[in-house]
């Protein structure tokens, strides 16, 4: 028998989306602070994810 396998959607709550913008501003911020500017070259090679320089970006 062949097992399929169904996507659950993830549910976000409104609060965790503003907790997690919040929480971004602050490193963006922060960043700032101690560089002057962002370098997402430098963020991509130490890990960070597309998703999150593009959020990055946004905010």
Do not use: F, P
Not at 11 to 29: C, M, P, T
């Amino acid at each position: 028998m062949l097992a399929t396998a169904t996507r659950q959607k993830k549910q976000v709550s409104r609060g965790g989306l503003e907790a997690a913008d919040r929480l971004l501003k602050a490193v963006k911020e922060k960043l700032i602070r101690e560089k002057g500017k962002i370098d997402y070259a430098v963020l991509r090679r130490t890990g960070y994810s597309e998703d999150l320089i593009a959020r990055l970006k946004q905010i």
